[in-house]
């Protein structure tokens, strides 16, 4: 198996993060992914580097870490399409495919003749995603957004960092671009979701065709098969922006400030509605303590030798925990500071209470559980000879997924896709690189 998405075409005209992300992950799952690129230049994540995808001669490659980290799995297109020849190209690839992703600004790819209508007048059952900064509509909609700006403005920095009144307080965005990729999630389970919605509806019309005909003289077949005709499998539209994307999942602290009109503040790495969950500092550096119930905390007290704290009003439900926060934790990190992380680790995991280190990345990739899920695959590269990647997270049953190729190099398949879908001569691809429409 190829996995579930097998049989389903999806053409990516977008770069940098939130729309490679969601067509990664639309790869990982089986579907055939053929990315558009500039040509001699390409996505613009191929230049953010260092660091660069190092040879097997130790020399740093043209490919960058960051492009390397969200492309696998696709096909590289390398079109002009700011040429006629270029659009008509990407325009006839859009007729085969079953899904188009997009992050121009607003209307940019209608002057090219590859905006949602354009392309689902020719193939109606087009599934179009665009993603943008502020959507389609609204006093934003023609503004670039970022990633760090989207975080500033949807709330998530004014929770993230350190508290007020401490070294280092202020607002910090996080370490990996969550606005970006929280959008290319959003985008994969709408674009599924729309998929089944185009498949289904079909099934239905057919299906209702049948149970009506079965009480005809007529039979059913041909009024099913008119039913089909009649209901061809329907595409749709889908408008996603990263600042909703990002307000929609301020989750429960979104939910606190309309539960109460207070606004959440930054809390470093405590938990606005759980205490004590956070990181604590040990006799030799830090752990993540999550402790998430009265019993819990309770055997938490009693391992630090601070049995009776868990009996006190103040600190003996979680309701009252967070309202005496700050007397809590100071009352705890003085027992807790007394032994080490892999004291603290051994002895909290063996009597049921949440914990765990605060790993490096390299440590975490070393881990013997992720080690045993294979997270970290080998994937064979045409520059590299091979190279290392964190694969997609979700294990299938019934439809394992192969595995993934290597992030592409620039047009790496320009001949073959022009070939195998649109059908065309080596002499007319020698002739569209001659004329700079291809590479």
Same mark, same amino acid.
């Given at each position: 198996?190829?996995?579930?998405?097998?049989?389903?075409?999806?053409?990516?005209?977008?770069?940098?993060?939130?729309?490679?992300?969601?067509?990664?992950?639309?790869?990982?799952?089986?579907?055939?992914?053929?990315?558009?690129?500039?040509?001699?230049?390409?996505?613009?994540?191929?230049?953010?580097?260092?660091?660069?995808?190092?040879?097997?001669?130790?020399?740093?490659?043209?490919?960058?870490?960051?492009?390397?980290?969200?492309?696998?799995?696709?096909?590289?297109?390398?079109?002009?399409?700011?040429?006629?020849?270029?659009?008509?190209?990407?325009?006839?690839?859009?007729?085969?495919?079953?899904?188009?992703?997009?992050?121009?600004?607003?209307?940019?790819?209608?002057?090219?003749?590859?905006?949602?209508?354009?392309?689902?007048?020719?193939?109606?059952?087009?599934?179009?995603?665009?993603?943008?900064?502020?959507?389609?509509?609204?006093?934003?909609?023609?503004?670039?957004?970022?990633?760090?700006?989207?975080?500033?403005?949807?709330?998530?920095?004014?929770?993230?960092?350190?508290?007020?009144?401490?070294?280092?307080?202020?607002?910090?965005?996080?370490?990996?671009?969550?606005?970006?990729?929280?959008?290319?999630?959003?985008?994969?389970?709408?674009?599924?979701?729309?998929?089944?919605?185009?498949?289904?509806?079909?099934?239905?019309?057919?299906?209702?065709?049948?149970?009506?005909?079965?009480?005809?003289?007529?039979?059913?077949?041909?009024?099913?098969?008119?039913?089909?005709?009649?209901?061809?499998?329907?595409?749709?539209?889908?408008?996603?922006?990263?600042?909703?994307?990002?307000?929609?999942?301020?989750?429960?602290?979104?939910?606190?400030?309309?539960?109460?009109?207070?606004?959440?503040?930054?809390?470093?790495?405590?938990?606005?509605?759980?205490?004590?969950?956070?990181?604590?500092?040990?006799?030799?550096?830090?752990?993540?303590?999550?402790?998430?119930?009265?019993?819990?905390?309770?055997?938490?007290?009693?391992?630090?030798?601070?049995?009776?704290?868990?009996?006190?009003?103040?600190?003996?439900?979680?309701?009252?925990?967070?309202?005496?926060?700050?007397?809590?934790?100071?009352?705890?990190?003085? +027992?807790?500071? *007394? &032994?080490? $992380?892999?004291?603290?680790?051994? @002895? #909290?995991?063996? !009597? %049921? /209470?949440?914990?765990?280190?605060?790993?490096?990345?390299?440590?975490?990739?070393?881990?013997?559980?992720?080690?045993?899920?294979?997270?970290?695959?080998?994937?064979?590269?045409?520059?590299?000879?091979?190279?290392?990647?964190?694969?997609?997270?979700?294990?299938?049953?019934?439809?394992?997924?192969?595995?993934?190729?290597?992030?592409?190099?620039?047009?790496?398949?320009?001949?073959?896709?022009? +070939?195998?879908? *649109? &059908?065309? $001569?080596?002499?007319?691809?020698? @002739? #569209?690189?001659? !004329? %700079? /429409?291809?590479?």
């Amino acid at each position: 198996m190829a996995g579930p998405l097998q049989n389903i075409k999806v053409l990516d005209l977008s770069r940098v993060l939130a729309g490679p992300w969601a067509t990664q992950l639309l790869a990982d799952y089986g579907a055939e992914v053929i990315k558009i690129e500039r040509p001699q230049v390409g996505d613009d994540t191929r230049q953010w580097g260092p660091p660069y995808l190092k040879d097997q001669a130790g020399q740093e490659t043209s490919e960058s870490a960051y492009y390397l980290s969200t492309n696998r799995g696709k096909k590289s297109v390398a079109v002009d399409i700011t040429q006629a020849e270029g659009q008509q190209l990407v325009r006839d690839l859009a007729k085969s495919v079953d899904v188009v992703i997009e992050n121009f600004k607003v209307g940019g790819l209608k002057r090219y003749g590859l905006d949602y209508e354009s392309l689902a007048k020719e193939n109606p059952a087009l599934i179009y995603c665009s993603i943008t900064g502020f959507g389609q509509t609204g006093p934003f909609a023609s503004h670039a957004g970022y990633d760090a700006m989207i975080q500033g403005m949807g709330g998530l920095m004014s929770i993230t960092g350190v508290p007020d009144g401490l070294p280092g307080a202020g607002p910090m965005k996080t370490g990996v671009a969550v606005a970006d990729l929280m959008t290319g999630m959003y985008a994969v389970s709408a674009i599924l979701s729309a998929l089944y919605y185009r498949d289904n509806n079909v099934a239905q019309s057919s299906q209702a065709a049948d149970d009506a005909a079965t009480k005809t003289e007529e039979g059913s077949k041909n009024n099913s098969q008119r039913a089909t005709e009649d209901k061809p499998r329907k595409g749709q539209y889908i408008d996603l922006s990263l600042l909703d994307t990002q307000v929609a999942w301020l989750a429960n602290q979104g939910m606190n400030y309309l539960c109460t009109g207070e606004n959440p503040t930054r809390r470093g790495n405590g938990h606005p509605n759980i205490v004590p969950y956070q990181a604590i500092e040990t006799a030799d550096g830090h752990i993540m303590l999550a402790v998430g119930n009265d019993e819990q905390f309770l055997r938490l007290c009693d391992l630090a030798g601070c049995a009776d704290l868990a009996l006190l009003s103040s600190y003996a439900t979680n309701a009252a925990r967070v309202k005496n926060r700050d007397a809590l934790i100071k009352l705890l990190a003085v +027992k807790i500071v *007394l &032994h080490d $992380s892999s004291w603290w680790l051994k @002895e #909290l995991e063996e !009597k %049921g /209470i949440p914990c765990g280190p605060i790993n490096s990345i390299a440590e975490a990739l070393d881990h013997p559980q992720i080690k045993h899920r294979g997270m970290a695959v080998k994937l064979p590269h045409p520059l590299a000879g091979e190279m290392t990647a964190i694969k997609n997270p979700v294990v299938y049953s019934a439809t394992p997924t192969e595995p993934p190729t290597a992030p592409p190099l620039l047009g790496q398949h320009t001949s073959q896709v022009l +070939k195998e879908i *649109l &059908h065309l $001569s080596d002499a007319k691809i020698a @002739e #569209l690189k001659a !004329k %700079g /429409i291809i590479d």
